[in-house]
């Protein structure tokens, strides 16, 4: 079972690396950047990300079992934040920031640094190098 789970977050990882580079093309387009990044989250969490995005950090990355899985969430909603920051929605795209920071934050202290640090490393090697907005202290 432990495999199982293990190529279901691989595969997920992979196909969100496939997807984001469809999503930073489409940032011109609001309706259909913001489609692509819930086409994303539904193939690759099994969830939807409107529904995800209504609670807090703490318990969305409660739900999930692995590190990968918040991260992969974290890199959807800053996509979203800068989807906003390209339109002028400074606001929202600050929210967004500060959310995919928080699940962060959250996975971290849920999962323990190592297990987080090594999530971060397969996500950046699957769906390429991070977001700014991650990254910026």
């Known amino acids: 079972m432990p495999s199982l789970r293990h190529a279901f977050l691989l595969n997920a990882v992979r196909e969100l690396g496939r997807s ?31 529904t ?9 990355v409660g739900l999930f ?22 339109h002028g929605l400074y606001a929202e795209a600050l929210a967004d920031s500060l959310y995919a920071g928080q699940l962060l934050m959250c996975s971290r ?13 397969v996500l950046e090697r699957e769906a390429g190098t991070p977001t700014p907005l991650l990254m910026e202290e």
């Open 65 to 86: 079992a692995h590190p990968e899985q918040a991260r992969i969430l974290a890199r959807l909603v800053d996509e979203r934040a800068r989807l906003c920051e390209a």
């Open 20 to 50: 984001v580079p469809d999503i930073v093309r489409a940032r011109t387009s609001w309706d259909v950047c913001l489609e692509r990044i819930r086409e994303t989250c539904a193939s690759t969490l099994g969830m939807e990300y409107d």
């Open 109 to 121: 202290a849920r999962f323990g640094l190592p297990r987080d640090a090594r999530a971060a490393d």
């Open 52 to 60: 995800l995005a209504r609670f807090d950090a703490r318990s969305v």
